[in-house]
């Protein structure tokens, strides 16, 4: 499945620029789905000077914030000095001995562009002059993605299984999906889920995996109850029509839960793109958060009190009783239920897909860029980039290197020079 995100990001950069009223530059990862600092490319290119001298803004959007990573992500700084001459002479000089998201533009401060609340990340980014933006990335992504489920009409077959669970990736923030899946067997709910397990991921099998919350560990031999799931990545972007016209509710296993965080991906609204119910194993407090959008959930119809519960394995276990609970409706219950949980379904389904859920979001993001900007502006200053080339123009090494760089991606004498009369504009 091709995934042409940089349209996204071209439409972020129009609307930022409208705004504005300048050029901004764009950082997004590229390949997408990088977490790497040499993959963090400007959309468009651009001279040395204009990287300096405009506005950045930096796009980790797709993927949970992480400060730290960065701030300790010292490899990275290893390769960049091996690549660079320049670099090499920053190394020798002691000018940068730390990489993190933030580039050489001449502003103290720049804009972080993500999707996640509720954040402890968000707190370290502010305390080192980033000025983050939140918008719900993957609900644009996932209008795209999920964009012919619109044109499906999925008629359901007769049933053979109750819920439909999409098991793959365990690793990082995903350990807890191996305790699910030992849960269910715990349960005795194996044949009532179309599900698989992923036995293996990024090469390493689960049993020889070192699990940073125990408590996920799974008992059962998982091999002994499920088939294998090899699917790609990319199958969180797609949807199968078979699965949902086999199945009642799908059970989201999203990429956060056993976390204080609240960011939702597009694996919680392929359910809702499909018409299908659902039950989200998420962070706490995550309906809600599709709530505040418009969306309704099925606290009428089951119990959605698991939602609230902030400890993850109390919430783990919560959800797996519900699905007891479910498991057991008698017929003539269980399809007065469904028939409730199906029009809900069906009104989910149309908001996602109109105007004014694609409006809610992108007004978001136009309110919260204009904020960012003008908290920008207010604290617009250079101090740390004039302190930083003051030093470094002491140094002979980096003088000639400047006044002999053929180079585009590196400044010469006159680039520093033009760049320098513009950064002494906003010394505080």
């Known amino acids: 499945m091709s995934i042409p995100l940089d349209r996204l990001y071209s439409y972020i950069e129009s609307i930022a620029e409208e705004i504005y009223g300048n050029t901004i530059v764009i950082y997004r990862f590229y390949p997408y789905g990088s977490k790497k600092l040499k993959d963090l490319l400007h959309l468009k290119l651009f001279t040395w000077q204009e990287k300096n001298i405009f506005l950045n803004i930096y796009c980790n959007d797709q993927e949970p914030l992480n400060y730290e990573y960065y701030e300790n992500y010292q490899l990275y700084h290893n390769v960049l000095a091996s690549r660079s001459v320049w670099n090499r002479i920053l190394v020798a000089l002691s000018i940068s001995t730390r990489q993190n998201l933030k580039n050489d533009n001449i502003y103290d401060k720049v804009l972080l562009l993500h999707s996640e609340q509720r954040s402890k990340n968000l707190e370290m980014y502010r305390h080192n002059n980033f000025i983050p933006v939140y918008y719900w990335n993957h609900a644009i992504l996932a209008l795209d993605w999920f964009r012919y489920a619109n044109h499906v009409v999925i ?80 199958h969180s972007a797609d949807f199968t029509i078979e699965d949902y016209a ?105 908001h996602f897909f109109s ?47 400047l006044k002999s760089n053929q180079s585009p991606d590196w400044p010469t004498t006159q680039d520093v020079e033009l760049v320098y009369k513009e950064a002494k504009k906003y010394i505080k």
């Not at 819920?163 to 030992?182: C, H, M, P, Q, V």
């Not at 020889?208 to 294998?228: D, G, M, R, V």
């Not at 799908?250 to 299908?276: H, M, N, W, Y």
């Not at 993001?365 to 470094?392: H, M, P, V, Y």
């Open 155 to 234: 008629k359901k077959t007769p049933l053979t299984k109750k819920f439909l669970i999409y098991n793959r990736a365990w690793s990082g923030t995903r350990e807890y999906r191996l305790k699910f899946a030992d849960l269910l067997i715990e349960s005795e709910l194996v044949d009532d889920c179309q599900t698989s397990v992923g036995f293996f991921d990024q090469d390493v099998y689960y049993k020889n995996h070192k699990f940073t919350n125990l408590a996920w560990q799974p008992l059962h031999q998982l091999e002994n109850y499920f088939i294998c799931n090899n699917a790609p990545s990319i």
């Open 246 to 350: 086999n199945t009642d509710i799908e059970v989201v296993l999203e990429t956060l839960f056993d976390d204080d965080r609240l960011q939702l991906t597009e694996k919680s609204l392929r359910p809702i793109a499909c018409g299908q119910p659902f039950i989200l194993a998420a962070t706490h407090g995550s309906l809600q958060y599709l709530q505040n959008y418009g969306f309704k959930t099925f606290n009428d119809v089951f119990d959605e009190s698991y939602d609230q519960i902030e400890d993850p394995v109390k919430r783990l276990k919560a959800i797996v009783a519900l699905m007891v609970q479910i498991s057991q409706w008698p017929d003539d219950v269980r399809s007065c239920k469904i028939n409730q949980l199906q029009q809900i379904a069906k009104y989910n389904r149309t």
């Open 355 to 401: 105007k004014e859920f694609f409006n809610q979001v992108i007004t978001e993001l136009k309110e919260n860029l204009t904020t960012a900007f003008t908290l920008f502006n207010s604290t617009k200053s250079c101090d740390q980039w004039i302190q930083k080339w003051e030093k470094l123009m002491q140094h002979q090494l980096a003088i000639d290197f």
